[in-house]
């Protein structure tokens, strides 16, 4: 919990008894953040198994942590993969595209491939109905997958070199 002396996009510095932490961060912290001028986050200290070097993720709250946590639990999604899909998709709608198996979800994520996708499918499918309840994914409407629309791709692809996460720009589209 501290002050915030620096924010962008992907990560924060926080004051905290005159020291300054960098906390790395996904989409969804930094909307929480907003124009606060301080924060209380929730810290997933991890350290570089080549280098040993040690960096911090903070999160608005502890089920993205958990979230978080059980991503980097999968082979193949690293702690920037990790924040890149939280900051693509909300936990509860990371459960429902895990529970109907829905691999263009993930595979429209970038650095998220084919092998990948059904590898967060399979090891999460029984872990993240513990973190998140049962219950949530009930409710949650997840985009059906494109059709072959060139006015929509060409559009969605314009979003997209713009700067716009490919998940949030597809919702966006399909309103």
């Known amino acids: 919990k501290g002050s915030i002396t620096q924010k962008n996009s992907h990560a924060v510095v926080l004051d905290v008894g ?3 932490y960098r906390i790395n961060i996904s ?5 929480a953040l907003n124009e606060q001028e301080s924060a209380k986050l929730f810290i997933h200290y991890h350290v570089n198994g080549q280098d040993y070097r040690p960096t911090l993720f903070g999160f608005a709250s502890t089920t993205e942590r958990e979230v978080f946590e059980l991503l980097t639990s999968v082979q193949g999604v690293g702690t920037n993969t990790a924040r890149i899909i939280l900051g693509s998709l909300k936990p509860d709608e990371l459960a429902a595209a895990i529970a109907q198996d829905r691999e263009d979800v993930f595979k429209s994520i970038k650095g998220v491939g084919p092998k ?3 590898r967060i499918i399979l090891d999460l499918r029984d872990k993240i109905g513990k973190v998140l309840g049962d219950d949530v ?10 059709a ?3 006015a929509r791709q060409a559009a969605l692809q314009a979003l997209v070199a713009l700067g716009y996460g490919k998940i949030p720009a597809q919702r966006v589209l399909n309103r």
Do not use: R, W
């Open 18 to 20: 005159g020291i300054g």
């Open 27 to 31: 989409l969804q912290t930094y909307a």
């Open 116 to 118: 990948t996708a059904k």
């Open 137 to 146: 994914v009930e409710g949650v409407q997840l985009s059906a997958p494109a």
């Open 148 to 150: 072959d629309n060139s």
